[in-house]
T-cell receptor, first 111, second 113 residues
Framework: SQQGEEDPQALSIQEGENATMNCSYK?????LQWYRQNSGRGLVHLIL?????REKHSGRLRVTLDTSKKSSSLLITASRAADTASYFC???????????FGQGTELSVKP | DAGVIQSPRHEVTEMGQEVTLRCKPI?????LFWYRQTMMRGLELLIY????????DSGMPEDRFSAKMPNASFSTLKIQPSEPRDSAVYFC???????????FGNGTRLTVT
């Protein structure tokens, strides 16, 4: 079953622009994670934000979490062509350790 | 660290045949997950193990699917008999603890004709 829903499904931007992806989820969570997937490869973990955190940074990545709205956003600043990939949010529910993924946002960064 | 290793990388089989997918998690990781990815359904969690014990298999589609983890360094996902609708990319992932970030293998692309 899918927990998160991502918005938009696809995003196309120019190199140097910022990319924002949103994720909504349904149940109470322990933490929320963002992953990246290049074509034909497995997913790679980017950043984890816990339910008691509101914002987190890692390099050009900024993640926010609003537990009252059950939503999160991932901002990639100063995008590069190499950022072209699919991005997924995933949640760990309070009750258990299983990680449930959203449908993903396909990001295309044009040089 | 070699990462999570899955084999085979590609598998093409005929409907009705048995298929076995293999996974070697990262040494020291206590949790192992099997996911299936398709365009239609996205990433679906099939089953996950903690300390070699299956914790949640509610995502396993039907009795044709079975998964085992005989020891901390090896897991299998078996489909018997396979059907065309099982065609997908199957990912194995491991993590140190049950709610920590996952490390994914590169997947097995299964095609059932």
């Amino acid at each position: 079953s899918q927990q998160g829903e991502e918005d938009p499904q696809a995003l196309s931007i120019q190199e140097g622009e910022n990319a924002t992806m949103n994720c909504s989820y349904k149940t109470s969570i322990n933490n929320l994670q963002w992953y990246r997937q290049n074509s034909g490869r497995g997913l790679v973990h980017l950043i984890l934000i816990r339910s008691n955190e509101r914002e987190k940074h890692s390099g050009r990545l900024r993640v926010t979490l609003d537990t009252s709205k059950k939503s999160s956003s991932l901002l990639i600043t100063a995008s590069r062509a190499a950022d072209t990939a699919s991005y997924f949010c995933a949640t760990v529910e309070n009750q258990g350790g299983k990680l449930i993924f959203g449908q993903g946002t396909e990001l295309s960064v044009k040089p | 660290d070699a990462g999570v290793i899955q084999s085979p990388r590609h598998e093409v089989t005929e409907m009705g045949q048995e298929v076995t997918l293999r996974c070697k998690p990262i040494s020291g990781h206590n949790s192992l997950f099997w996911y299936r990815q398709t365009m239609m359904r996205g990433l679906e969690l099939l089953i996950y193990f903690n300390n070699n014990v299956p914790i949640d298999d509610s995502g396993m589609p039907e009795d044709r699917f079975s998964a085992k983890m005989p020891n901390a360094s090896f897991s299998t996902l078996k489909i018997q008999p396979s059907e065309p609708r099982d065609s997908a990319v199957y990912f194995c992932a491991s993590s140190p603890f049950s709610d920590s970030p996952l490390h994914f293998g590169n997947g097995t692309r299964l095609t059932v004709t």
